[in-house]
């Protein structure tokens, strides 16, 4: 049977519908796989940006907190040179103070001349030389020669050594200095420096532990005290 212009009009239209729904229903699958396909990749995209940026900051935040350490360490430092810087200060002051007051000793007499004793004893008992050669200030002079006269029998009577002892009157001390005396071998080349001064710069070496920790408490830091 012959089918019409119109049936075959029909079923043309009936079969394009079919294709065009396939054709729907096809490109909404390819839709739905593609923003499936798209979320998947943007969550993966995002996920490792997202990683990224942590891995960033943390690392901003471990140099930052380095640097902050670096900072303090740099602070406590500067802290501790200044506190050390003061504490010398104090320490430079008090000897400055202690070096002022020296001269004071040489306006007593009685003080100075014992003094002078024992400076001069002790010089001689270091050299341990027949022949000594002793500078001092120029206005020492008597006070000098009076103290090795009295001082050449002790050191003889100990040693049991001859001894002569004489006063360089071409090459004296500086009278800024507070007093005592520097005391030479023979031929010159060994000298004991027996000047107020440079006993004190003595003194103030032997005793500086002493003295920081008098003034400044004891140093946890530190294991041995001699």
Partial sequence: MALSDADVQKQIKHMMAFIEQEANEKAEEIDAKAEEEFNIEKGRLVQTQRLKIMEYYEKKEKQIEQQKKIRMSNLMNQARLKVLKARDDMISEMLSEARQRLGNIAKDPARYSALLDGLILQGLYQLLESKVTIR????????????????????????KINMEARIDQDNVLSPDISGGVEIFNGNGKIKVANTLESRLDLMAQQMMPAIRMSLFGANPNRKFLD
């Fill in 136 to 159: 001092c200030r120029k206005q020492d002079f008597q006070m000098i020669q009076a103290s090795i006269q009295r001082n050449v029998p002790i050191y003889k009577m100990a040693v």
